[in-house]
């Protein structure tokens, strides 16, 4: 069975309806309207050259090579996309919720600076985070060997 990909379960639904398991293209291009709005998202992502090849010729393509080309994290046999979801999930949820909501802030604020421009943002962060109380309840649970209040 071919992998799927466990980070795009709403397109992996919508490409095998008529196509093998995670096949993907660039239907916009096939259509004659190309791929511009999605374009920034996908360079960032992929970056120019996989881009490129992808918006020029349409390819479809698995989830191994959404995984190649940096597209998906994670490729598993459709059989264990279930267990590899929850495996992630498991994972998440051992992380602190404001520390979560503070690591989606901070990657949205550094991206694609330079660190000259964001040490100083980076500082600030970190110690409001530590000092907090949920940052607080973290170093303790941590120095007691046992696990936070938010770990189920």
Do not use: H
């Not at 649970?141 to 696990?147: D, G, H, I, Q, V």
């Amino acid at each position: 069975m071919a992998p799927r990909s466990a980070g795009d379960p709403g397109s992996s639904r919508r490409a095998t309806s008529r196509s093998p398991p995670s096949a993907r293209s660039s239907a916009s291009r096939r259509c004659g309207w190309g791929s511009s709005p999605i374009s920034p998202y996908v360079i960032g992502k992929i970056g120019e050259s996989a881009t490129r090849e992808l918006f020029l010729t349409g390819e479809r393509f698995e989830a191994v090579r959404a995984l190649e080309i940096g597209l998906v994290r994670a490729a598993v046999p459709e059989a264990d996309l279930d267990a590899a979801v929850e495996g992630r999930v498991q994972e998440l949820l051992k992380a602190g919720p404001r520390a979560i909501a503070e690591a989606k802030a901070l990657i949205r604020e550094v991206a694609f600076r330079r660190v000259e421009d964001v040490q100083r943002y980076t500082v600030e962060r970190i110690a409001e985070v530590r000092a907090s109380p949920e940052g607080q309840e973290g170093m303790r649970a941590f120095l007691e060997k046992r696990k936070p209040y938010w770990v189920p």
